[in-house]
């Protein structure tokens, strides 16, 4: 299959939430390349910018903003004298946030604030990185989500993001070309401190699996995610459309955390077999209580993410593919390797 049609790269490339997890590695590849004249970057602390700004200090063109992306005021200033020659490309949001009100805060108005300001000066493409949260949970475990499924948001962080999707799809209607990209579960380098927890569950053998742990989760490779994002930024096609980005194929979570653990032993590290296996009925449990805590406006995020592991949440590349040239490059044991030995390189205790 030919290569899809893409697009010169922009004089000015945007990323919100450059900080973050996913915005650590895609700021890395973009200031890797000498062609990407200017990249101006939004972080929400002063520490996220002084961080940025010692890393990238000799490269040039590289422009550090903080502020909040919930304000509309900072989507403004991000954007201040962007033009025809300038892509943005959307990471930030919040997932475990204390309220959840702060979903929709972050989430909802602040990808609303980005789409209007990117209308109103012109950009060439806003990308839009989303979540397979506004689609919630595979309504069975043989099932997986294909381009066409309808919304159906888990909680309230998927309806926040949902809602978000909704405020991109209003201001492409309206002229603006955006794309937006779906990943799942992403691992990789640069994790926050939940991901680190995740491997010293599986390395101590206390991580809940529920049930056979037959349940399937599509998950991606944060510099596969990168790739995605990317094509989805560049390839003429994409306009106006929304791909799942993910690895190859689904993995159950037993095989998930056999990689792990298989990753962990591999790496040096003594692994414990494991020893926690939950009834179905504990997940379900969970999430009534999270379900509950979420209605009179609280989040609890262990809760939260025992009562969505009873569930499968798997996706179809198959168009991503097709029609962006995606091609997942890292697997499961190799990029679970590497998310291992960054945290042994950070000096992290698995």
């Not at 929709?104 to 990185?129: M, Q």
């Not at 381009?147 to 209607?173: F, I």
């Not at 603006?176 to 994790?191: A, E, K, S």
């Amino acid at each position: 299959m030919a290569d899809p049609a893409r697009r010169p790269l922009p004089s000015t490339t945007v990323v919100t939430g450059a900080a973050g997890w996913l915005g650590t590695s895609l700021v890395a590849r973009l200031a890797a390349d000498p062609a990407r004249a200017r990249l101006r970057l939004l972080v929400h602390t002063t520490a996220e910018a002084r961080a940025l700004a010692t890393r990238y200090a000799d490269r040039p063109g590289v422009e550090v903003l903080v502020g909040d992306i919930a304000k509309a005021d900072t989507a403004l200033r991000l954007l201040d004298g962007a033009g025809p020659d300038t892509d943005v490309i959307h990471t930030a949001g919040i997932i475990h946030p204390r309220r959840v009100r702060q979903f929709f805060e972050t989430n909802t108005a602040g990808t609303r604030h980005l789409a209007t300001a990117a209308a109103d000066r012109g950009v060439r493409r806003l990308v839009h990185v989303s979540s397979n949260s506004p689609f919630g949970t595979n309504p069975d475990r043989a099932d997986t989500f294909r381009n066409d499924e309808p919304y159906h948001p888990y909680l309230g962080y998927g309806r926040s993001k949902m809602e978000a999707e909704l405020a991109v799809t209003e201001a492409a209607a309206k002229g603006l070309d955006t794309v937006i990209v779906r990943p799942p579960w992403f691992y990789g380098p640069n994790q926050p401190p939940r991901q680190t927890t995740f491997f010293t569950m599986v390395r101590t053998g206390k991580f809940p699996v529920i049930g056979k742990g037959d349940q399937r989760r599509s998950m991606v490779f944060v510099e596969n995610l990168v790739d995605g994002v990317l094509a989805a930024e560049l390839v003429n096609a994409a306009r106006g459309k929304g791909y799942w980005i993910a690895d190859a194929e689904p993995y159950t979570v037993a095989e998930i955390v056999a990689t792990v653990g298989a990753a962990l032993r591999d790496e040096g590290l003594e692994v414990q077999p494991p020893s926690t296996s939950l009834p179905t009925l504990a997940a379900r449990v969970a999430e009534t209580a999270d379900r509950f805590l979420q209605g009179v406006g609280l989040y609890q995020q262990q809760l939260h993410v025992l009562g969505e592991m009873g569930h499968t949440i798997a996706c179809d590349i198959s168009v991503a593919r097709r029609e962006l040239g995606y091609e997942p490059r890292v697997d499961l044991y190799d990029g679970m390797r590497a998310s291992i030995r960054w945290c042994l390189d950070q000096g992290l205790t698995l």
